[in-house]
């Protein structure tokens, strides 16, 4: 699929795809790199832009546990709506994994899903823990297109955040946006005292993201782990985090285990030699000693982080 886009693009492109990502209880890590936090429980619009006469249009909301509720991507006027708990709707269908369409596909991606769309160069990547949606990746392999909306942002002006946010809201009705507050945390200063060579000038801004993404969500562990989990897997340090955080590992089944990078794509006795490549690294699930294990189905993987 890669191989598609770079024969049309620069490879440079290819290796880094623009990348906008939502995570915990409101981080966006914007097109642009610049991460910010916003605590809203409004519907919102994470990009839309229009790219060779296709709209795309992706909007989320989160609810009271901070976790997004759903997403909503629409591609070419298709609409594809993920629920809390992993269930995916295309055209108000429910479908099930895989699932190849003309316009997109949809398959299990690692521990994620992914949505990638045949008519954009654009992937959309996802982890549901059940009763909510902890991370969410949206990368496109193109260039910004300058009309861009939403919080991802766009790539020409240095905007106002407030207004940025303002703008991106959907809809106010039963909605509440809240000013972020910080918690006193021992776990984000202890976190990121591990990861300062790693993050260097940008380590005390990422401990008030820390601090203002788990205030009030103490207890709602899979907002916290879910930021630990992004900023570890960027500093890809072995540095034993899960026993700080105490964020336990996603639980395989059957005899599987869990591997926190790994190939995507895991290889089965009906697809033994499924194609990988370099890109295709995420939080996987392996078989031991590298054997193929038979073809499980999507809803009998429980979803722990
Ligand atoms: C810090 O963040 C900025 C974006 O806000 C980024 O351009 C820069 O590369 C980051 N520095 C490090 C060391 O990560
Ligand atoms: C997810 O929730 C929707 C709506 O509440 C429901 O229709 C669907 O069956 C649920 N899926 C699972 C796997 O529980
Ligand atoms: C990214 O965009 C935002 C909003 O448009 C802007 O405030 C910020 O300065 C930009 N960051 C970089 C590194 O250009």
């Given at each position: 699929?890669w191989?598609?886009?770079?024969?049309?693009l620069?490879t440079?492109l290819c290796?880094f795809?623009?990348v906008?990502?939502?995570?915990?209880?409101?981080?966006?890590?914007?097109?642009?790199g610049t991460v910010?936090?916003v605590?809203?429980?409004?519907?919102?619009?994470?990009?839309?832009?229009?790219?060779?006469?296709v709209?795309?249009?992706i909007?989320?909301r989160r609810?009271?546990?901070g976790?997004?509720?759903?997403?909503?991507i629409?591609?070419?006027?298709i609409?594809?709506?993920?629920?809390?708990?992993?269930?995916?709707?295309?055209e108000?269908?429910?479908?099930s994994l895989?699932y190849?369409?003309?316009?997109?596909h949809?398959?299990?991606?690692?521990?994620n899903?992914?949505?990638r769309?045949t008519?954009?160069?654009l992937?959309?990547i996802w982890?549901?823990?059940?009763?909510?949606?902890?991370?969410l990746w949206?990368q496109?392999?193109?260039e910004?297109?300058?009309?861009m909306?939403?919080?991802?942002?766009?790539?020409d002006i240095?905007?106002?955040?407030?207004?940025?946010?303002?703008e991106?809201?959907?809809?106010?009705?039963?909605?509440?946006?809240?000013d972020?507050?910080h918690?006193k945390?021992?776990v984000c200063?202890?976190?990121?005292?591990?990861?300062?060579?790693?993050l260097?000038?940008n380590?005390s801004?990422?401990i008030t993201?820390?601090?203002?993404?788990?205030?009030?969500?103490?207890?709602?562990h899979?907002v916290g782990?879910?930021?630990?989990?992004?900023?570890?897997h960027?500093?890809?340090?072995?540095?034993a985090?899960?026993?700080?955080?105490?964020c336990?590992e996603f639980?395989?089944?059957g005899?599987l285990?869990?591997?926190?990078q790994g190939d995507?794509?895991?290889?089965?006795?009906?697809?033994p030699a499924?194609r990988?490549?370099?890109?295709d690294?995420?939080s996987?699930?392996?078989c031991?000693?590298g054997r193929p294990?038979?073809v499980?189905?999507?809803?009998?993987?429980?979803?722990?982080v």
């Open positions: 699929m191989i598609y886009y770079c024969s049309r620069l440079l290796l795809p623009d906008c990502k939502t995570f915990g209880s409101g981080v966006v890590q914007m097109f642009n910010f936090y605590r809203s429980t409004c519907p919102f619009t994470l990009t839309r832009f229009t790219h060779n006469r709209d795309c249009d909007t989320m609810g009271k546990n976790l997004l509720e759903y997403i909503e629409n591609v070419n006027k609409q594809t709506r993920i629920l809390y708990n992993g269930t995916i709707f295309v108000q269908r429910m479908v895989p190849d369409h003309t316009y997109q949809v398959f299990q991606y690692g521990i899903t992914k949505l769309s008519v954009l160069p992937s959309v982890s549901s823990v059940g009763m909510g949606i902890d991370s949206v496109l392999e193109q910004l297109v300058l009309g909306t939403g919080l991802c942002g766009r790539p240095a905007d106002d955040r407030q207004r940025l946010i303002a991106s809201i959907l809809s106010e009705d039963g909605c509440q946006t809240m972020s507050l918690t945390s021992t200063q202890k976190f990121f005292s591990n990861y300062i060579e790693c260097q000038a380590t801004k990422y993201l820390c601090k203002e993404n788990i205030d009030g969500y103490e207890k709602e899979y782990c879910a930021f630990y989990k992004e900023i570890a960027r500093c890809q340090t072995s540095y985090w899960r026993t700080l955080t105490h336990p639980s395989c089944p005899e285990h869990f591997e926190e995507a794509f895991v290889p089965t006795c009906s697809n499924p990988t490549n370099d890109q690294i995420t996987t699930c392996v031991p000693q294990y038979t499980i189905r999507r809803n009998t993987v429980s979803s722990v």
